[in-house]
């Protein structure tokens, strides 16, 4: 798929927390063939041209009318710049990037398992899933977060698209289940059924999840982060060990930004 760069506007900033922002871009060449589960790019050079290298970040939501979406957290100077954009201002973005996640073409049970920002891709999963021709049987979707605050827009969110179950988990217990997202599958997922597992958040919080699933013998895909330099593959600087398994198994290293970011649990050497 080609990759559009392209100057957007930006339409909306809204403060989720202190340092949790969603924006909204006019970027309907990019909004229009984005799937879940794909990147962009985009230039967060502050006025010392700092820093240099474009960050990605997963496409939150894309809507029919040109509309796209990021979610991120303000953690160093390229997302602090992102974070003070205003409407009117403009942005280049590099995008779609990469290989989204693989929609189920018959009915089944799906689980949506997202910690922390690993949450931003989950909710246009979510919605393209719901908007499918194919009704599922079930869809769960179990968020982690340290804290209420981070979450509560985004169960909102979730809720708000009907269809789908809610539950939550947070590191100090504020809403929700006290402790790890993961914690809540066994007792919130019927073991005996069959489920496609959908995951994006930590590492930790992913190996856990494709664990879980390999014991279980269930459908598990993950979306992996790492950071990224160029986003199309020209760099090498995203690569991670593959398991030699899968579709990939000639390759000993995957390229998160060409391979993925969405792999399959069993493509990734998890160490
Ligand atoms: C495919 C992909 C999708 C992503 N989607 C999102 C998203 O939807 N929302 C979001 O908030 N973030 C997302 N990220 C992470 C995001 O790209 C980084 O937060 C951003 O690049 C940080 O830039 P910065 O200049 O603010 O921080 P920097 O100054 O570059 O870094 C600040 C600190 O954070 C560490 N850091 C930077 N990037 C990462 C990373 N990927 N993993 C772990 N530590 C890191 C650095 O080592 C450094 O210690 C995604 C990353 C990838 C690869
Ligand atoms: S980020 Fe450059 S090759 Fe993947």
């Keep these: 798929m080609t990759a559009i760069k392209f100057g957007t506007e930006v339409l909306r900033n809204e403060k989720i927390t202190d340092d949790i922002c969603?924006?909204?871009l006019l970027a309907p060449a990019i909004a229009e063939k984005a799937r879940p589960g794909q990147f962009v790019m985009v230039k967060a050079s502050d006025d010392f041209g700092l820093p240099l290298l474009r960050r990605p970040f997963s496409i939150h939501q894309a809507t029919t009318d040109g509309q796209l979406q990021i979610l991120f957290k303000s953690i160093g100077?390229?997302?602090?710049?992102?974070?003070?954009?205003?409407?009117?201002d403009i942005l280049s973005l590099v995008g779609p990037l990469?290989?989204?996640?693989?929609?189920?073409?018959?009915?089944?049970?799906?689980?949506?398992?997202?910690?922390?920002?690993?949450t931003a891709p989950l909710f246009y999963l979510a919605k393209k899933l719901l908007r499918s021709n194919t009704e599922h049987k079930a869809i769960k979707v179990f968020l982690g977060a340290a804290t209420a605050s981070e979450i509560k827009v985004l169960q909102n969110d979730f809720a708000g698209l009907g269809g789908l179950t809610v539950l939550v988990a947070t590191d100090d217990g504020s809403t929700g289940h006290h402790g790890l997202?993961?914690?809540l599958l066994t007792d919130n997922l019927d073991q005996a059924g069959n489920w496609q597992v959908y995951s994006c958040g930590p590492h930790p919080m992913m190996k856990a999840v494709a664990s879980y699933c390999f014991a279980r013998n269930w459908s598990c895909q993950v979306s992996l982060e790492t950071l990224m330099a160029c986003g199309i593959s020209a760099c090498l600087g995203c690569a991670i060990r593959g398991s030699g398994q899968g579709v990939d198994s000639n390759k000993?290293?995957?390229h998160v930004c060409k391979d993925g970011p969405v792999f399959a649990a069993g493509d990734v050497a998890w160490e």
């Excluded at 100077?77 to 009117?88: E, S």
């Excluded at 990469?98 to 690993?118: A, D, E, H, R, W």
């Design 181 to 183: 997202v993961t914690e």
């Design 98 to 118: 990469g290989k989204g996640f693989t929609l189920p073409s018959q009915p089944t049970n799906i689980c949506i398992v997202g910690g922390g920002m690993g």
């Design 77 to 88: 100077r390229g997302t602090a710049f992102l974070a003070k954009r205003q409407p009117g």
């Design 22 to 24: 969603r924006l909204t």
């Design 252 to 254: 000993p290293y995957l």
